[in-house]
């Protein structure tokens, strides 16, 4: 079935640091992938997203590429602020599937 | 605002009762998903609704789970006979469209749910 992976946490950096998180999948056809962010006390909220090989999804200063070719879609961000602590999610979507297969999530700290 | 909703935000119960959590999504959003979060977890898929049409419940743990939306609006998730395993968040999403892999799903804050 559908799996992703993303690199455990915590992952701590400093503020202005450079960040990677890390996501690969497996999935049987070609779908479409999420990155999506629960800040504390919030509900989980779409950060940006891909639907085809090499589209990259971007927001808030967050990019991450759709590469078919190593199924990955990580996360990338130049300058990390303390706003941005919060656990990161890596997603998928199949076409004809109901809902959506989740990686465990990446808790993110960021002190000044 | 007008996103989705749940109530209640926390429910604990011992463990035997029945309990029943409800979503309200955002209007107009055709299609409903349930997901069950267990600590430390990544959310994992329970089931879908396409207006009042359960479509998929594959992700039901047991049949102690039951989940209706009679009206294609509002959605209830019960589960009867509450076990201790069944301790998680449970999480309520909507999306405008019907089955697009491509959609964005919206979610509400979860009910915490703790089973003594």
């Known amino acids: 079935g559908d799996s992703v992976t993303q690199m455990e946490g915590p992952v701590t950096l400093s503020e202005e640091a450079f960040l990677t998180i890390n996501c690969t999948y497996t999935?049987?056809?070609?779908?479409?992938l999420f990155w999506y962010v629960q800040y504390p006390g919030e509900g989980l909220q779409l950060l940006l997203k891909?639907?085809?090989?090499?589209d990259k999804g971007s927001n808030k200063g967050f990019e991450a590429t759709y590469r078919k070719e190593t199924t990955s879609f990580h996360l990338e961000k130049g300058s990390v602020q303390v706003s941005d602590s919060a656990v990161y999610f890596c997603?998928?979507?199949?076409?004809?599937?109901?809902?959506?297969?989740f990686g465990k999530g990446t808790h993110l700290i960021i002190q000044p | 605002g007008a996103g989705v909703s749940q109530s209640p935000r926390y429910k604990v119960a011992k463990r035997g009762q029945d309990v029943a959590l409800r979503c309200d999504p955002i209007?107009?959003?055709?299609?409903l998903f349930w997901y069950q979060q267990a600590l430390g977890q990544g959310p994992e898929f329970l089931t879908y609704?396409?207006?009042?049409?359960?479509?998929?419940k594959s992700g039901l743990p047991s049949d102690r789970f039951f989940a209706e939306r009679p009206e294609g609006s509002v959605s209830t998730l019960k589960i009867q006979r509450t076990q201790q395993e069944d301790s998680a968040v449970y999480l309520c999403?909507?999306?405008?469209?019907?089955?697009?892999?491509?959609?964005?799903?919206?979610f509400g804050p979860g009910t915490r749910l703790t089973v003594l």
């Open positions: 999935a049987t056809g070609y779908p479409s």
């Open positions: 999403a909507s999306s405008f469209r019907d089955r697009v892999e491509s959609d964005t799903q919206y």
């Open positions: 891909a639907t085809k090989a090499d």
């Open positions: 609704f396409q207006n009042e049409a359960q479509l998929d």
């Open positions: 997603a998928l979507s199949e076409r004809g599937a109901d809902g959506l297969t």
């Open positions: 209007s107009g959003h055709v299609s």
